[in-house]
């Protein structure tokens, strides 16, 4: 096997580790790692939560002695300064490592290239860019917030191959398939926040929570869009027993008035935690909503409906993917509820364009996933 070949391969399950610590590191990236000696993995590791280990260490730590003289794999450039942890490049040279591959430079600008130069300093051959391209969609929102200060947001859409997600009557179960529901499980599992709107909460009641047969699983914050604190006390997404929060955003309280106080303070009553965001045209401004949730060090949002909170996501050029489930049925129905309304778009000019990266099948469901492209 040549070279290039071993470094695929254990750069591969590498990338499979570091996926097991999405949704769970926030503010820190995702990150797995290997160390191998004569073509034999003897360590490994991923980070599991910020201010724990990271996943250098973690595997360092398992390897001992025995990394002397080793090659070891990181999915994403060793860190060379102090955070909550020192820097994983000291225990790196501490270690005797002899050769370090990993996938691509940091997304934070303080620790971007450092590495490469530090570990060479000390005699210690470095490799980059192997299998940059999948490291780089593995820690998406990592680097987005780190750049922006912004959350990734998804929206996730399931509908007809018309293109409907409910009916006139607002009855969508189950519009997809077994497999394609406990797909978004994994979602919600692998995200920091879970976003819907009042709406979707009125008409479905949905728990938003993880449900997986994996026992590590774990709830994303659930944050549910209400401008005039319209949301149920007696909602389950306030209600379910969970360690993660449900944040409602509704509108500062001058806009509604002392009725719209009067919600909150049930609201709040029942256990939930109210964020304060400016309005805007008659609603939450969404902007300022992601950068609130943003400065909490969530990095990835999940957003499952409505269709007017999808709209209006799309609107603000502030959606990153798009991940749409079509089921093999038509309702063939032009009252039925589309997947996404309120755009101002006049003309075919005027749609938002998307980039496809994949289409899969999900049991009996096609899933589309895409990217939204930048205006000209």
Same mark, same amino acid.
């Given at each position: 096997?040549?070279?290039?070949?071993?470094?695929?391969?254990?750069?591969?399950?590498?990338?499979?580790?570091?996926?097991?610590?999405?949704?769970?590191?926030?503010?820190?990236?995702?990150?797995?790692?290997?160390?191998?000696?004569?073509?034999?993995?003897? @360590? #490994?590791?991923?980070?599991? *939560? +910020? !201010?724990?280990?990271?996943?250098?260490? =973690?595997?360092?730590? &398992? %390897?001992?002695?025995?990394?002397?003289?080793?090659?070891?794999?990181?999915?994403?450039?060793?860190?060379?300064?102090?955070?909550?942890?020192?820097?994983?490049?000291?225990?790196?040279?501490?270690?005797?490592?002899?050769?370090?591959?990993?996938?691509?430079?940091?997304?934070?600008?303080?620790?971007?290239?450092? @590495? #490469?130069?530090?570990?060479? *300093? +000390? !005699?210690?051959?470095?490799?980059?860019? =192997?299998?940059?391209? &999948? %490291?780089?969609?593995?820690?998406?929102?990592?680097?987005?917030?780190?750049?922006?200060?912004?959350?990734?947001?998804?929206?996730?859409?399931?509908?007809?191959?018309?293109?409907?997600?409910?009916?006139?009557?607002?009855?969508?179960?189950?519009?997809?398939?077994?497999?394609?529901?406990?797909?978004?499980?994994?979602?919600?599992?692998?995200?920091? *926040?879970?976003?819907?709107?009042?709406?979707?909460?009125?008409?479905?009641?949905? %728990?938003?929570?993880?449900?997986?047969?994996?026992?590590?699983?774990?709830?994303?914050?659930?944050?549910?869009?209400?401008?005039?604190?319209?949301?149920?006390?007696?909602?389950?997404?306030?209600?379910?027993?969970?360690?993660?929060?449900?944040?409602?955003?509704?509108?500062?309280?001058?806009?509604?008035?002392?009725?719209?106080?009067?919600?909150? *303070?049930?609201?709040?009553?029942?256990?939930?935690?109210?964020?304060?965001?400016?309005?805007?045209?008659?609603?939450?401004?969404?902007?300022?909503?992601?950068?609130?949730?943003?400065?909490?060090?969530?990095?990835?949002?999940?957003?499952?409906?409505?269709?007017?909170?999808?709209?209006?996501?799309?609107?603000?050029?502030?959606?990153?993917?798009?991940?749409?489930?079509?089921?093999?049925?038509?309702?063939?129905?032009?009252?039925?509820?589309?997947?996404?309304?309120?755009?101002?778009?006049?003309?075919?000019?005027?749609?938002?364009?998307?980039?496809?990266?994949?289409?899969?099948?999900?049991?009996?469901?096609?899933?589309?996933?895409?990217?939204?492209?930048?205006?000209?």
């Amino acid at each position: 096997m040549t070279t290039a070949a071993r470094d695929l391969k254990y750069m591969k399950r590498a990338l499979a580790l570091a996926e097991r610590g999405l949704g769970r590191t926030s503010p820190n990236p995702a990150v797995g790692a290997l160390v191998v000696v004569n073509d034999e993995v003897i @360590a #490994e590791g991923f980070h599991r *939560a +910020a !201010g724990e280990p990271h996943a250098e260490i =973690v595997a360092l730590g &398992e %390897a001992g002695q025995r990394a002397a003289g080793a090659e070891l794999y990181v999915t994403l450039e060793p860190c060379s300064t102090y955070g909550q942890t020192p820097p994983c490049t000291d225990a790196i040279i501490a270690a005797e490592i002899s050769r370090v591959v990993y996938t691509c430079q940091d997304c934070d600008p303080s620790n971007a290239g450092c @590495a #490469e130069q530090i570990l060479s *300093a +000390a !005699g210690i051959e470095t490799v980059t860019g =192997v299998l940059e391209q &999948e %490291a780089r969609r593995l820690n998406e929102a990592f680097c987005k917030h780190k750049n922006t200060g912004y959350p990734f947001v998804t929206v996730k859409l399931a509908g007809t191959l018309d293109g409907k997600i409910a009916t006139r009557d607002g009855d969508a179960r189950w519009i997809t398939g077994k497999e394609a529901r406990e797909f978004v499980h994994i979602l919600r599992d692998r995200s920091d *926040a879970v976003m819907v709107g009042r709406g979707t909460v009125a008409a479905d009641d949905p %728990a938003l929570t993880t449900r997986t047969d994996r026992p590590e699983s774990r709830d994303a914050v659930r944050v549910v869009v209400d401008t005039h604190a319209q949301t149920p006390p007696t909602a389950q997404v306030i209600h379910v027993e969970s360690d993660a929060p449900c944040l409602i955003a509704v509108a500062e309280p001058e806009v509604g008035g002392d009725e719209a106080q009067k919600r909150v *303070a049930k609201l709040e009553q029942a256990g939930a935690e109210i964020i304060y965001v400016p309005e805007k045209e008659g609603r939450v401004d969404l902007s300022e909503l992601m950068c609130q949730l943003g400065s909490r060090d969530i990095m990835s949002v999940l957003v499952e409906g409505g269709s007017r909170l999808v709209g209006g996501l799309l609107e603000e050029g502030l959606v990153d993917k798009l991940l749409f489930f079509y089921a093999p049925k038509i309702l063939g129905d032009d009252q039925a509820l589309s997947a996404i309304s309120g755009m101002k778009a006049e003309s075919i000019c005027d749609a938002r364009s998307v980039r496809v990266h994949r289409v899969e099948q999900i049991g009996a469901d096609i899933l589309v996933t895409a990217y939204l492209c930048s205006p000209d």
